[in-house]
């Protein structure tokens, strides 16, 4: 990774396009520590412990800790992401949308665009959600995190101001994204989210190895748990390299075909498969859907010992029944994602159109049939691959209160190791394919 950023540094072009994407990272930096006006958060921070496996938590590490704060880039690109997601299901389902998508690269700009619409009404109906939140919540020590004013007219308006303040935060990061793509070195939202999620492992380091749970005191022995946890993280990443790159290839027999005076075909090649199709995606899905109870439960009062407060209490992270239920809601969202990204029968399709076939298995129904069983197979080792990260620091996390019940708990974001890992190996195929493309002499020996 090391070598091939020095080498990419060395072409004048390549180099124009990484210091443009350090100059948007910088300019997302800056507006994640700018307030809105009528804003008095900063110092306090939103999400503490109280809210621990909520859906804000999930906002927190998404957007860099600047929904913690209530700054200028508080939703950053979670409304684009929610907008994505939303714009890949309709199109599997809306058969106007499937056309466009197979339209080339027309059909993919008007996608492009309904899904910029689609991100800003997302981003007004999240920023009016928080603004009410924000209007609502007192600080610990009874403070108001937004100064009301007096009077209907100024409220509006000061309510106005600040919803428009982070709708125009997730779109200007729309923006800067876009901007990555045409010209930085790509893959722009998913850059951004990388620098916001590593500019929280400061933060998270400083935790670690503090004082309050860095040492353990058991028996007279003292039992280095950050340093374990430490150790766990970056044992968590070489896994996590290792699940991105594996990959099951299914042979491709292409026969020859003579087209006027020359011959193509004859070769034999293979469709490479990730096992670890779906990235993240059934991660976040299924840690959404868990954290919805604890969400609600913050607006709502259960009396002690209550039906709803032993319901509450499953969707806890340190439940038991909490880990089955992710484990499971993993391996469907699994299923279910690697459903809308590959189809069988197309893949088929492509195959006999190309005059191509699988070893040992026949053209048509049969070669989807063989594709689908891969699938699937591959699809539940990946879930289960998957599983292991997700469930790591929740299992972490219990042992840590079980042996050191007396410290903090120590918790590791398998989900944030994940995106972080995926998008740095991503960003160096995208390095090296450019580099590829200007047949450097260097990167090619």
């Known amino acids: ?29 800056i507006g994640s520590i700018i307030p809105v006006p009528f804003a008095n958060i900063h110092g306090f921070g939103i999400v503490t412990s109280e809210y621990a496996g909520t859906f804000m938590e999930y906002l927190q590490m998404m957007t860099g800790d600047a929904f913690n704060y209530g700054t200028v880039f508080a939703m950053s690109i979670t409304p684009y992401i929610n907008s ?13 949308l499937e056309r466009l998508s197979k339209e080339g690269e027309e059909g993919r700009k008007k996608i492009a665009t309904i899904t910029r619409y689609v991100t800003v009404i997302l981003a007004i109906l999240q920023s009016t959600a928080y603004y009410f939140f924000l209007r609502n919540a007192t600080t610990t020590s009874g403070e108001k995190y937004i100064v009301s004013l007096q009077g209907v007219g100024p409220q509006i308006f000061q309510a106005l101001v600040i919803i428009l ?22 893959n722009g939202i998913s850059i951004i989210l990388f620098a916001g999620i590593v500019s929280r492992i400061p933060t998270m380091l400083t935790q670690l190895f503090s004082p309050k749970q860095g040492y353990i005191s058991r028996g007279g022995a003292m039992i280095p748990l950050s340093i374990f946890a430490f150790v766990s993280y970056l044992l968590m990443i070489a896994y996590i390299v290792w699940m991105d790159n594996a990959e099951r290839k299914i042979p491709v027999q292409y026969a020859k075909r003579v087209v006027g005076r020359k011959m193509y075909g004859g070769q034999n ?6 096992v670890n199709m779906s990235g993240v995606m059934p991660v976040i899905f299924a840690s ?21 407060e032993k319901f509450f209490n499953v ?37 006999r159109k190309n005059s191509g076939a699988i070893p040992g298995i026949r053209p048509g129904r049969p070669t989807s049939d063989y594709i689908a069983k891969i699938l699937s197979r591959i699809t539940l080792l990946g879930a289960l691959l998957l599983s292991v990260v997700a469930l790591y620091p929740v299992l972490f996390q219990q042992l840590t209160a079980a ?15 994940i995106i972080m890992v995926g998008v740095a190996l991503e960003t160096v195929k995208q390095l090296e394919s450019q580099m590829m493309m200007r047949h450097y002499k260097g990167f090619l020996d």
């Open 269 to 274: 090649t293979h469709i490479p498969i990730k």
């Open 1 to 29: 990774m090391i070598k091939t950023i020095v080498n990419a540094w060395k072409i004048p072009e390549l180099r124009k396009k990484i210091l443009f994407t350090a100059f948007i990272i910088l300019i997302f930096r």
């Open 403 to 417: 042996f050191a019940p007396e410290t903090m708990y120590i918790t590791l974001g398998g989900t944030s190791i």
């Open 315 to 351: 969707f806890s992270s340190s439940h038991w029944a909490y880990a089955i239920m992710y484990f499971v809601l993993i391996i469907f969202f699994a299923y279910f994602y690697a459903q809308i990204q590959y189809n069988p029968v197309e893949m088929s399709n492509n195959i």
């Open 165 to 186: 303040c982070f709708t125009a935060g997730a779109a200007l990061i729309m923006w800067l994204g876009e901007q990555i793509n045409d010209k930085g070195i790509g």
């Open 84 to 96: 994505s997601i939303i714009m890949q299901l309709l199109t599997v389902a809306i058969p106007a």
């Open 288 to 308: 959404s859907i868990l954290s919805l109870p604890p969400t609600i439960q913050m607006f709502v009062t259960t009396k002690e010992g209550s039906f709803w």
